[in-house]
C-alpha cells in the first residue's frame, strides 16, 4: 500500500461516523421524501402511485394558499420590522453609552430562551381579560383588543366595514400580528449584536470627515453607514427570512383550539405541513408541501440574491 | 424587553385568584411558593429536566466526536472527492427540517426508535456548521506545526488531542454553546418523535402542560420560569463567548 493509499483511506476512516449519520438521517430521508411525494402515502405505507398528483392536488388546495398567504404576510411584517428596529437600537448603542453590556444582555436574553416558554409567557401576556398588554393599554383608554383570538384582517379594519375586500387583500388577522409583535421581541437582541459587530468595523474616520465637511446625522447615516453596513443587513434579511418561514412552535403552544386559529388565520405553512403529516398522517401529501414551500424559499433567496446582492457594498 | 420576564415570575408567585385579578396586581402580595412545589406534583418535572439534560449532553458528545473527527479529515488528509464531499456537507446544511422530517420518522419507527432516548439523539450527533468551524479553523493552523509533530514521531490521533485541539479552543466553546442552546429548546422533533411522559423533554413537556392548563396561571409560569433558568444561568456565565460568537458568524458572510 503506498503512502497515498493509506492517507485517503485513514481520510475515510475518520469521515466515516459523520458520513454514516448524515447518509442515514439526512441524505436517505431526501431521497425517501421525493418518493413518498409521489405516492398516496399513509402511516401503513404506499398505498397508490399517483405521479405528481400531490403536486397538483397542493397547488389546487385553498388552505395550502390561506397558509402561503398567512406565512407571507408573517414575513413582510416582521422581517423589515426586526431590521430597522435592531438597526436603531444597534446606532444608538454605538453612541459609547454607559452600560453598553448590561443594554446587550437584556435585549439577547429572549434570544436564548426557548420559544416554547416565550410563547406561554405571551399567550398570557395576551390574554384579552386579565392579560397584562391589555391592562397596560386600558391607560391610554385602548380597551378590548382581543389578541390571539381576533381574525380580522388589518387592512379590512383600516378600510372600515362599508368597503369590501377580496381575501387576499385582507390583510394579516390581529391574532397573525400578535405572533409577529412577539417574534419581534424575540428575535432583536440576536440582530442588535449583529448590527453593532458590523457597525463597529466601519472606519472611524469617515465620520470625522463627514464632520469636517459639516455633514448632519441624517446624511451621515445615508451616506456612510447605510451603505457601509449593507452586508450585515443583507445577512440580517436572509437570516431573519428563513427562521420567519420557520415559525411553528407559537401556533401549537398560542393559538387556537384548533392551533391555527381564529378561522384559519395563524396557519402558517409549517404548521399545515405538521397537521397533514403528523396529525392527519397524509404523508405524501405533507412532503408535497415540503418540496413545494422548499422551492418558493429558493426562489426568494436566489431573486434576493440576484436584486439586492449588487446593491450590497463588500469591503 | 424584560417586562415579561417579570410578569412570568411575578404571576408564578401569586395565588390563582390574585392572578386573574384586573387591574393585575404588579407585586403578589403573598409569595406563594408553594406554587413551585405544586407543579412538581402536577407534572413529572424532574423527570423532564433529566430528559432534556441527557439529550443536550449525548448529541453535544456525538457533535464534538463526529465534528473533531471529519473536520480533521477534510484539513488534513488528500483523498479523492474530498471538496466535493465537503461541498454535499454545506449543502446539506441549506435543506430546511420539513423536507427530511417525514422520512426520517418512518426511518425511526422501522427502527423501532420512536419514543426513545436514540430517536431525539442519534440523528443529532452531527452538526454540519460545527465541522465547517473547526475545518476552517484547522487549515489555518500553520504547517510547521504539523511537521513538527511528524518529526516527534506523534501519530494524527496525537497530533491531534496534543497539537490542534487546544489550538482550537475558541471555535470548540462556540460550538459547545450554540449546540447545548439548540438542544435545550429543540421543540419540533422531540415533539414528533416521542410520544409518552418519561422520555419527553422540558419543552416538550411545557408545551402540553399549557395546552391542558389553560386557566391555571401561577402554575404554569412557575413551570416556566423553571424551564428557562438554566439557559439564563448559562447565558450569564458565558455571555461574552454567546455574544462574540455570534457576532463573528455574522460578520464572516
Given at each position: 500500500?503506498?503512502?497515498?493509499?493509506?492517507?485517503?483511506?485513514?481520510?475515510?476512516a475518520?469521515?466515516?461516523p459523520?458520513?454514516?449519520?448524515?447518509?442515514?438521517?439526512?441524505?436517505?430521508?431526501?431521497?425517501?421524501?421525493?418518493?413518498?411525494?409521489?405516492?398516496?402515502?399513509?402511516?401503513?405505507?404506499?398505498?397508490?402511485?399517483?405521479?405528481?398528483?400531490?403536486?397538483?392536488?397542493?397547488?389546487?388546495?385553498?388552505?395550502?394558499?390561506?397558509?402561503?398567504?398567512?406565512?407571507?404576510?408573517?414575513?413582510?411584517?416582521?422581517v423589515?420590522?426586526?431590521?430597522?428596529?435592531?438597526?436603531?437600537?444597534?446606532?444608538?448603542?454605538?453612541?459609547?453609552?454607559?452600560?453598553?453590556?448590561?443594554?446587550?444582555?437584556?435585549?439577547?436574553?429572549?434570544?436564548?430562551?426557548?420559544?416554547?416558554?416565550?410563547?406561554?409567557?405571551?399567550?398570557?401576556?395576551?390574554?384579552?381579560?386579565?392579560?397584562?398588554?391589555?391592562?397596560?393599554?386600558?391607560w391610554?383608554?385602548?380597551?378590548?383588543?382581543?389578541?390571539?383570538?381576533?381574525?380580522?384582517g388589518?387592512?379590512r379594519?383600516?378600510?372600515?366595514?362599508?368597503?369590501?375586500?377580496?381575501?387576499?387583500?385582507?390583510?394579516?388577522?390581529?391574532?397573525?400580528?400578535?405572533?409577529?409583535?412577539m417574534?419581534?421581541?424575540?428575535?432583536?437582541?440576536?440582530?442588535?449584536?449583529?448590527?453593532?459587530?458590523?457597525?463597529?468595523?466601519?472606519?472611524?474616520?469617515?465620520?470625522?470627515?463627514?464632520?469636517?465637511?459639516?455633514?448632519?446625522?441624517?446624511?451621515?447615516?445615508?451616506?456612510?453607514?447605510?451603505?457601509?453596513?449593507?452586508?450585515?443587513?443583507?445577512?440580517?434579511?436572509?437570516?431573519?427570512?428563513?427562521?420567519?418561514?420557520?415559525?411553528?412552535?407559537?401556533?401549537?403552544?398560542?393559538?387556537?383550539?384548533?392551533?391555527?386559529?381564529?378561522?384559519?388565520?395563524?396557519?402558517?405553512?409549517?404548521?399545515?405541513?405538521?397537521?397533514?403529516?403528523?396529525?392527519?398522517?397524509?404523508?405524501?401529501?405533507?412532503?408535497?408541501?415540503?418540496?413545494?414551500?422548499?422551492?418558493?424559499?429558493?426562489?426568494?433567496?436566489?431573486?434576493?440574491?440576484?436584486?439586492?446582492?449588487?446593491?450590497?457594498?463588500?469591503? | 424587553?424584560?417586562l415579561?420576564?417579570?410578569?412570568?415570575?411575578?404571576?408564578?408567585?401569586?395565588?390563582?385568584?390574585?392572578?386573574?385579578?384586573?387591574?393585575?396586581?404588579?407585586?403578589?402580595?403573598?409569595?406563594?411558593?408553594?406554587?413551585?412545589?405544586?407543579?412538581?406534583?402536577?407534572?413529572?418535572?424532574?423527570?423532564?429536566?433529566?430528559?432534556?439534560?441527557?439529550v443536550?449532553?449525548?448529541?453535544?458528545?456525538?457533535?464534538?466526536?463526529?465534528?473533531?473527527?471529519?473536520?480533521?479529515?477534510?484539513?488534513?488528509?488528500?483523498?479523492?472527492?474530498?471538496?466535493?464531499l465537503?461541498?454535499?456537507?454545506?449543502?446539506?446544511?441549506?435543506i430546511?427540517?420539513?423536507?427530511?422530517?417525514?422520512?426520517?420518522y418512518?426511518?425511526?419507527?422501522?427502527?423501532?426508535?420512536?419514543?426513545?432516548y436514540?430517536?431525539?439523539?442519534?440523528?443529532?450527533?452531527?452538526?454540519?456548521?460545527?465541522?465547517?468551524?473547526?475545518?476552517?479553523?484547522?487549515?489555518?493552523?500553520?504547517?510547521?506545526?504539523f511537521?513538527?509533530?511528524?518529526?516527534?514521531?506523534?501519530?494524527?490521533?496525537?497530533?491531534?488531542?496534543?497539537?490542534?485541539?487546544p489550538?482550537?479552543?475558541?471555535?470548540l466553546?462556540?460550538?459547545?454553546?450554540?449546540?447545548v442552546?439548540?438542544?435545550?429548546?429543540?421543540?419540533?422533533?422531540p415533539?414528533?418523535?416521542?410520544?409518552?411522559?418519561?422520555?419527553?423533554?422540558?419543552?416538550?413537556?411545557?408545551?402540553?402542560?399549557?395546552?391542558?392548563?389553560?386557566?391555571?396561571?401561577?402554575?404554569?409560569?412557575?413551570?416556566?420560569?423553571?424551564?428557562?433558568?438554566?439557559?439564563?444561568?448559562?447565558?450569564?456565565?458565558?455571555?461574552?463567548?454567546?455574544?462574540?460568537?455570534?457576532?463573528r458568524?455574522?460578520?464572516?458572510?
Amino acid at each position: 500500500m503506498t503512502r497515498r493509499t493509506r492517507e485517503a483511506l485513514s481520510g475515510f476512516a475518520w469521515l466515516l461516523p459523520a458520513l454514516v449519520i448524515l447518509l442515514a438521517f439526512r441524505v436517505l430521508p431526501i431521497g425517501l421524501s421525493v418518493r413518498m411525494s409521489l405516492y398516496d402515502w399513509g402511516m401503513a405505507g404506499a398505498r397508490a402511485f399517483v405521479g405528481l398528483g400531490n403536486y397538483a392536488g397542493v397547488l389546487r388546495d385553498p388552505v395550502f394558499w390561506q397558509s402561503l398567504a398567512s406565512t407571507g404576510w408573517y414575513v413582510l411584517f416582521e422581517v423589515p420590522l426586526i431590521l430597522f428596529i435592531s438597526l436603531f437600537i444597534a446606532i444608538l448603542l454605538n453612541q459609547k453609552i454607559r452600560g453598553l453590556g448590561a443594554y446587550r444582555t437584556i435585549y439577547y436574553l429572549p434570544v436564548v430562551t426557548s420559544i416554547v416558554a416565550v410563547s406561554v409567557v405571551w399567550r398570557w401576556i395576551l390574554q384579552p381579560d386579565r392579560g397584562l398588554l391589555n391592562y397596560v393599554l386600558s391607560w391610554f383608554h385602548i380597551a378590548g383588543i382581543r389578541w390571539l383570538q381576533d381574525p380580522r384582517g388589518l387592512f379590512r379594519l383600516i378600510a372600515g366595514p362599508s368597503v369590501q375586500l377580496p381575501a387576499a387583500l385582507r390583510g394579516p388577522s390581529i391574532a397573525l400580528l400578535s405572533l409577529v409583535m412577539m417574534g419581534i421581541w424575540k428575535g432583536i437582541g440576536y440582530n442588535v449584536v449583529i448590527f453593532l459587530a458590523g457597525l463597529q468595523n466601519i472606519d472611524k474616520s469617515y465620520y470625522e470627515a463627514a464632520r469636517i465637511d459639516g455633514a448632519g446625522r441624517w446624511a451621515m447615516f445615508r451616506r456612510i453607514t447605510w451603505p457601509l453596513i449593507s452586508p450585515t443587513t443583507y445577512y440580517v434579511l436572509i437570516m431573519s427570512g428563513i427562521s420567519a418561514f420557520e415559525t411553528f412552535a407559537q401556533v401549537w403552544i398560542m393559538t387556537g383550539p384548533p392551533a391555527g386559529g381564529p378561522l384559519g388565520t395563524t396557519k402558517v405553512v409549517m404548521y399545515y405541513f405538521y397537521e397533514t403529516s403528523f396529525e392527519l398522517w397524509r404523508l405524501g401529501y405533507g412532503a408535497a408541501i415540503a418540496f413545494i414551500a422548499f422551492a418558493i424559499i429558493l426562489a426568494l433567496t436566489i431573486l434576493q440574491r440576484v436584486f439586492l446582492e449588487r446593491r450590497v457594498q463588500y469591503g | 424587553m424584560v417586562l415579561p420576564f417579570y410578569w412570568m415570575l411575578s404571576t408564578s408567585l401569586k395565588t390563582p385568584l390574585e392572578a386573574l385579578k384586573f387591574p393585575p396586581t404588579w407585586w403578589p402580595s403573598s409569595m406563594q411558593f408553594s406554587n413551585y412545589r405544586d407543579v412538581f406534583q402536577q407534572i413529572p418535572l424532574w423527570r423532564y429536566f433529566a430528559n432534556t439534560v441527557l439529550v443536550t449532553a449525548l448529541s453535544l458528545f456525538g457533535v464534538l466526536a463526529t465534528g473533531i473527527m471529519a473536520a480533521y479529515a477534510f484539513a488534513r488528509f488528500r483523498f479523492p472527492g474530498r471538496e466535493v464531499l465537503f461541498m454535499g456537507f454545506l449543502a446539506l446544511m441549506m435543506i430546511p427540517l420539513p423536507v427530511y422530517l417525514v422520512p426520517s420518522y418512518i426511518i425511526l419507527y422501522k427502527l423501532g426508535w420512536i419514543d426513545t432516548y436514540a430517536a431525539m439523539i442519534v440523528p443529532w450527533t452531527v452538526n454540519i456548521f460545527a465541522i465547517f468551524l473547526l475545518r476552517q479553523h484547522i487549515r489555518q493552523l500553520p504547517q510547521d506545526l504539523f511537521d513538527a509533530a511528524r518529526i516527534d514521531g506523534c501519530s494524527d490521533w496525537t497530533t491531534l488531542r496534543r497539537v490542534v485541539l487546544p489550538l482550537c479552543k475558541a471555535p470548540l466553546v462556540t460550538i459547545v454553546v450554540f449546540n447545548v442552546i439548540a438542544s435545550w429548546n429543540s421543540f419540533f422533533w422531540p415533539l414528533i418523535v416521542t410520544n409518552s411522559d418519561k422520555i419527553r423533554p422540558l419543552q416538550v413537556g411545557l408545551a402540553y402542560f399549557s395546552r391542558e392548563q389553560t386557566t391555571n396561571y401561577t402554575l404554569l409560569m412557575a413551570a416556566t420560569t423553571l424551564a428557562v433558568i438554566p439557559l439564563i444561568l448559562l447565558f450569564f456565565a458565558a455571555q461574552k463567548q454567546i455574544i462574540q460568537s455570534q457576532a463573528r458568524s455574522g460578520l464572516k458572510e
